[in-house]
C-alpha cells in the first residue's frame, strides 16, 4: 500500500518556469490538498479537492493551478515559478479520521 | 478569518522531562482538534486527535486536553525521549469539516540528553 506519492523530492526552476508537482494516492479518498511549508509558518493551503472534477482555492493560491480528473492524482502545476516560491511542498490525501501527506517536494527558484 | 496560535515556537525539555504544548483557536464551530508531528526531513503524520465531545485523550505517553468554552487544547508529552525530538502542529477543524484544517505554527521540541 503506497500511501500518496509525490513527485519530485528535489527541484530547481529558474524564476519564470513551469513545472508540474505530481500527487497520487491509492486509498480511494476523495479529499485531496497541496499546502506549501515555509520556517516559522506552518502549513498553509493552496488548493484543494473534494473529489474529481471539483477543485477550489486554498489560503495562498496565486500563482498556482491544480486539476482533478481523477480521484487517485491531484497535481501542482506552478504557471511562472517566482522566488517567493521557494518552498517545501506537500500534497495530502484525507479521510474523516487523518490526513495522509505525501513525502514533500523541496523547491528552490532561482 | 479562523485561526489556530501555537506557543512556544521552540521548546527545549530535558530527557525524562514533561512537555506541554498550547494552541488557541477562534473558529467557535470547530470540533475536530488532530496534533501532527514532524520529524527533521520527514512528511508531518497523525500522533493523536481529539473531537469537542471529549474533554481529555490519552495514548501511552501522550496526551490532549481540550477546553472548548477557553477554545484552546494542549498537547502532553510524559517522560520525554530522545525520538520525540520533533516540530509539532496542531490544527483546528475549519467549522464542522474534518477535511480543511487550520494549522498552527508548529513547536520544535528539542530532547536535551
Known amino acids: 500500500n503506497a500511501g500518496v506519492t509525490q513527485t519530485p523530492k528535489f527541484q530547481v526552476l529558474k524564476t519564470g518556469q513551469s513545472m508540474t508537482l505530481q500527487c497520487a494516492q491509492d486509498?480511494?479518498?476523495?479529499?485531496m490538498s497541496w499546502y506549501r511549508q515555509d520556517p516559522g509558518m506552518g502549513l498553509r493551503l493552496i488548493h484543494y479537492?473534494?473529489?474529481?472534477?471539483?477543485?477550489d482555492q486554498g489560503e495562498v493560491p496565486n500563482g498556482y493551478n491544480v486539476s482533478r480528473s481523477t480521484t487517485e492524482d491531484f497535481p501542482l502545476r506552478l504557471l511562472s515559478a517566482a522566488p517567493s516560491q521557494t518552498s517545501v511542498y506537500f500534497c495530502?490525501?484525507?479521510?474523516?479520521?487523518?490526513?495522509?501527506f505525501g513525502q514533500g517536494t523541496r523547491l528552490t527558484v532561482v | 478569518g479562523e485561526n489556530v496560535e501555537q506557543h512556544p515556537s521552540t521548546l527545549s525539555v530535558q530527557e525524562g522531562d514533561s512537555a506541554v504544548i498550547k494552541c488557541t483557536y477562534s473558529?467557535?464551530?470547530?470540533?475536530?482538534f488532530p496534533w501532527y508531528k514532524q520529524e527533521l526531513g520527514k512528511r508531518p503524520q497523525l500522533i493523536i486527535d481529539?473531537?469537542?465531545n471529549v474533554g481529555e485523550k490519552k495514548d501511552q505517553r501522550i496526551a490532549v486536553t481540550l477546553n472548548k468554552t477557553a477554545k484552546h487544547f494542549s498537547l502532553h508529552i510524559t517522560e520525554t525521549q530522545p525520538e520525540d525530538s520533533a516540530v509539532y502542529f496542531c490544527?483546528?477543524?475549519?467549522?464542522?469539516?474534518?477535511?480543511?484544517?487550520?494549522w498552527g505554527a508548529g513547536t520544535k521540541l528539542i530532547i536535551k540528553p
Open positions: 473558529d467557535s464551530a470547530s470540533n475536530y
Open positions: 479537492s473534494v473529489g474529481a472534477g471539483i477543485t
Open positions: 490544527a483546528a477543524s475549519r467549522g464542522r469539516s474534518n477535511y480543511q484544517l487550520i
Open positions: 481529539i473531537r469537542s
Open positions: 486509498m480511494n479518498h476523495e479529499y
Open positions: 495530502a490525501s484525507s479521510s474523516d479520521t487523518e490526513a495522509f
